[in-house]
């Protein structure tokens, strides 16, 4: 099993971000080690929150403290998600540089979050630049929703072919897996929603019900599980795949209990064997 450095925002009550992401992992096996970017009460959907935000230098201070154990060359992965300040985000790059340079095979996944549908961008001015211009281009696995996939790239697309034009175009600055999570285009039925993952020339597709849920964290949770099973089994389809059953399990349990917050804990049996499974389906751009 893997050794991954996620660092990301932490919320006391709830799940997002690390308190979202580090559990999956350690359902699924993994040794996690979390290094906070912010700490607060709960998520700012509430509309109040208590809390602070850390600077760049209090994430170096963390990461020296774990490079003096002399266990950075066992780090497998470094996960990274929410980035309050571009100060941060040159912290998580350099700890990524840190991680290579002890272990070579190592990977960074990049959740490079800057906005979604309806919301628009929401992260501070100079953060979508930073995660096109410096997080993207340095990491292997990438995990942008739609919304996000059209920025960085600075296209519209609303066909799958444009999607697979996107994907490519994005994959030419540096990732080679892509992710694309809450995909909509014109064949996509109003009642599913789907994902799509793009490795070595090579694209699938997973549909799923749409749930109706509004609720944060999903997307911290998907991009974790994606990333560990594309580290177990080397194949960005069979993580597809696993991901997006384990996120549809969780969710589903979520809207049935009728909860704001996702339920990673009472739905850890889903991170692990899936109750209900989608068939993945290779795309191609002629289609």
Known sequence: MANVLSIQSHVAYGHVGNASAVFPLQRLGHEVWPVHTVQFSNHTGYGSWTGRVFDGQAVDEVVDGIAERGVLGTCDAVLSGYLGSADIGHAVVGTVARVRAANPSAVYCCDPVIGDVGRGVFVRPGIAEFMRDVAVPAADVVTPNHFELDLLTGRTTTTLPQVLDAVAALQATGPRVVLVTSLDVEDTPDD????????????????????????????????????????????????????????????????????????????????????????????????
Do not use: C, K
Not at 263 to 273: C, G, K, N, R
């Open 192 to 287: 599913a929603v789907d994902l799509l993952a793009a490795e070595a020339g090579r694209a699938w597709r997973v549909r799923t019900p749409e749930l109706g849920l509004s609720v944060n964290g999903a997307g911290d949770a998907i991009a974790a599980l994606f990333l560990a099973h594309w580290m177990s089994t080397g194949s960005a389809a069979q993580a597809l795949g696993s991901a997006a059953a384990s996120v549809f399990g969780l969710l589903r349990m979520t809207a049935e209990a009728g909860s704001r917050e996702i339920l990673t804990v009472a739905a850890q049996e889903e991170f692990v064997s899936p109750t209900r499974t989608f068939e993945v389906v290779e795309v191609h751009g002629a289609e």
